[in-house]
């Protein structure tokens, strides 16, 4: 380990792309094991199906590691919303895809950087990045309240 | 930013320990959102009431500091249950302190160190940390859920 001012770091930028893509490995395995139907129609609690939860990962995703690695912020959610499972989970993978490919390039000055992100959190980059990773793995969890409750047991969650 | 090997070091200990008390006190705050009762009998899916979960996140974060610092893993769980609410939130606040004065003092190479936690998980330290910290952010999201179902709104995941 190296020290980097007074503090001591503990996560290189491979680990973070590789825990993050760990979770998303997990939470397309958690789209898989929904019925069709349950994934757009099913809730608890008159909360959002996990459809909606998946499409709100895809939309993040990206649009904050090109913020990060550019300082420019492209509002994301307007595209087309998928209307099946095999649209979403061809979404995710392109979205995989995308992440490996951009990811590595964000100049190592910007995880530290405070920037505004889409006009509406000021935080380094690296709490962005924390943040889109934290907010799949919240959600995540409520779909697998909505698969228990359907009578479907979820993936392991150490299974990555 | 300073290099580490080949990679970019993004996060410090400092960043860290302040990410995982952050969440820990909006686990806290979500703790106190359930009623008496529910938090120890409520649960969808057939799924654990909400103070096992907590009770869950008290009995390994300690530990986990503990064995990444000194490489002795003493297993959790085995001390008394808390039974109230109130006896859940003063063990809440003790750890919070514990977890405070101990963190710090993890030697710095610990953190990319593998060991094998609690003779079960082979890792670096700073994976069982991270573990640690997403086990609560999964298993918290499964309470929002049951704090829905109940009609109680859960407090903002944005609020640390």
Known sequence: MTTATTTVSVLSTEDLLKNWQGH????????????EDDLFNFSVGEMRP?????VEFIGMA?????GVATGKW???GDG????SKSEI???WDQKTKELDAKFPAIPPHRFAEVDTAFGQWTMPGIAMIQYAIENEIHHRGQGYVYL????IEPPHFWER
Chains 1, 2 share one sequence.
Not at 62 to 66: H, L, N
Not at 80 to 83: C, D, E, G, L, S
């Open 50 to 54: 996990f459809a909606a939860m998946a």
């Open 80 to 83: 087309p919303k998928p209307v």
């Open 24 to 35: 998303r490995a997990l939470t397309r395995r958690t789209i898989e094991a929904f019925p």
């Open 62 to 66: 990206v649009p904050i590691v090109d």
């Open 74 to 76: 492209i509002k994301y």
């Open 148 to 151: 228990r409750a359907l009578g």
């Open 89 to 91: 989970l061809a979404l």
